[in-house]
T-cell receptor
Framework: GAGVSQSPSNKVTEKGKDVELRCDPI?????LYWYRQSLGQGLEFLIY????????KSGLPSDRFSAERTGGSVSTLTIQRTQQEDSAVYLC??????????????FGPGTRLTVT | GDSVTQMEGPVTLSEEACLTI???????????LFWYVQYPGEGLQLLLK?????DKGSNKGFEATYRKETTSFHLEKGSVQVSDSAVYFC???????????FGTGTSLTVIP
């Protein structure tokens, strides 16, 4: 079956522009996560959606970052007024919502964002 | 709060050497534990997992045992290959919140 897909795979944008990154999770996965991975760094949690519950936005670094998930499936991460420090690989992952944390995350290939 | 601490790299080994990457965790409950691997130019993929104390996860010759008494989940392999060169991430999931916590990753390079 299809895995997690993300688009675009690469995005180059000018400082100050807005960008939208898209994630299509695995069908039937009710949990969706966004992470940021800077060069040589670990994963930085950004936001988490689970079913119809209010998202956990505790990892968003500033109010320039927002995300939504429509119909419990596709998610869009939006970065407004991009800054050079936003340059990173943005990873999306999805997971079954089971009996609490028993199911692994499946990651997409990521979107490499470069802000010039 | 929950967290994962793993051995800092980079680690460089000769082919057929033994590998251990240390991982310890802090959790208020009883988390599930995972090792993910990221090969060069690829996304993260699950390597192995353990969902309760004393469970051993294994895959591709790698093993890790969930040790509740030492809050550890060390990754081991008896004989590494060049194809094992990658970045390895230890992670835990909180069973109450479904939230995941990742270590900073350990880069492994295996030389022929």
């Amino acid at each position: 079956g299809a895995g997690v897909s993300q688009s675009p795979s690469n995005k180059v944008t000018e400082k100050g522009k807005d960008v939208e990154l898209r994630c299509d999770p695995i069908s039937g996965h009710t949990a969706l996560y966004w992470y940021r991975q800077s060069l040589g760094q670990g994963l930085e949690f950004l936001i988490y959606f689970q079913g119809n519950s209010a998202p956990d936005k505790s990892g968003l670094p500033s109010d320039r970052f927002s995300a939504e998930r429509t119909g419990g499936s596709v998610s869009t991460l939006t970065i407004q007024r991009t800054q050079q420090e936003d340059s990173a690989v943005y990873l999306c992952a999805s997971s079954l919502m089971g009996t609490g944390g028993l199911y692994e995350q499946y990651f997409g290939p990521g979107t490499r964002l470069t802000v010039t | 709060g929950d967290s994962v601490t793993q051995m800092e790299g980079p680690v460089t080994l000769s082919e057929e050497a033994c590998l251990t990457i240390n991982c310890t965790y802090t959790a208020t409950g009883y988390p599930s534990l995972f090792w993910y691997v990221q090969y060069p130019g690829e996304g993260l993929q699950l390597l192995l997992k353990a969902t309760k104390a004393d469970d051993k996860g294994s895959n591709k010759g790698f093993e890790a045992t969930y040790r509740k008494e030492t809050t550890s989940f060390h990754l081991e392999k008896g004989s590494v290959q060049v194809s094992d060169s990658a970045v390895y991430f230890c992670a835990l999931s909180d069973k109450r919140s479904n939230q995941f916590y990742f270590g900073t990753g350990t880069s492994l390079t295996v030389i022929p």
